[in-house]
């Protein structure tokens, strides 16, 4: 099915432990994104990239990396989880061209917890 | 910098009116506006999306209103269902860099 998959949909990590959120999208978009959504709060970016091999920081970026090695796949990297990293994480994504912008897909989201 | 914000963070109705949720956003030079929905435990789901070029956009049964001059976005969504309960999230997007997200509102359907 066309879309944005998100995996995995649950995690529990230990301070100091690290992991990565899977994201991946078959609509051959070229600008990905990650968001993470604290409770009662709105969305907040942490990374964008606009195509493969280009990645930018976005608001709350400090914590987290990002490759972008194909158009598919954009992973976020989490090195040391932190308990305020504890947030519900969405990757999103849409095709821009210069006069033309596709609906913005999301993914289901991944609940991680960080005891 | 950049931000978007809501006029109201929740919004009672009673099934069958008509609900109005705003948004203000700051940055002028945003060009593309987008309407969510999301559910509980759920994703952002898109409902509808206006370019700045554009004061008005109908949907099925939701319009979105832009009003550029004084930097106000509106979702209206017709005869308000209880499947309509959700928190609506409006973003700007300018020139396909960011997302800007508000940080929501809760519309909540009564009997």
């Known amino acids: 099915n066309a879309g944005v998959t998100q995996t995995p949909k649950f995690r529990i990590l230990k301070i100091g432990q690290s992991m990565t959120l899977q994201c991946t999208q078959d609509?051959?978009?070229?600008?990905m994104y990650w968001y993470r959504q604290d409770p009662g709060m709105g969305l907040k970016l942490i990374y964008y990239?606009?195509?493969?091999?280009?990645?930018d920081k976005g608001e709350v970026p400090n914590g987290y990396n990002v490759s972008r090695s194909t158009t598919e796949d954009f992973p976020l990297r989490l090195e040391l989880a932190a308990p305020s990293q504890t947030s519900v994480y969405f990757c999103?994504?849409?095709?821009?061209?210069?006069?033309?912008?596709?609906?913005?897909?999301f993914g289901q989201g991944t609940r991680l917890t960080v005891v | 910098g950049e931000s978007v914000g809501l006029h109201l963070p929740t919004l009672s109705v009673q099934e069958g009116d008509n609900s109005i949720i705003n948004c203000a956003y700051s940055?002028?030079?945003?060009?593309?506006f987008i309407w969510y929905k999301q559910e509980s435990g759920k994703g952002p789901q898109f409902i509808i999306d206006?370019?700045?070029?554009?004061d008005k956009r109908q949907g099925q049964r939701v319009t979105v209103l832009l009003n550029k001059t004084v930097k106000h976005l509106s979702l209206q969504i017709a005869a308000t269902q209880p499947g309509d309960s959700a928190v609506y999230f409006c973003?700007?997007?300018?020139?396909?860099?960011?997302?800007?997200f508000g940080p929501g509102t809760r519309l909540s359907v009564l009997p």
């Open positions: 999103a994504s849409i095709l821009r061209t210069d006069r033309h912008y596709t609906e913005a897909f």
């Open positions: 609509m051959n978009h070229n600008y």
């Open positions: 990239s606009v195509g493969a091999g280009i990645t």
């Open positions: 940055n002028s030079a945003s060009d593309y």
């Open positions: 206006i370019r700045s070029n554009m």
């Open positions: 973003a700007e997007n300018n020139y396909g860099q960011n997302f800007v």
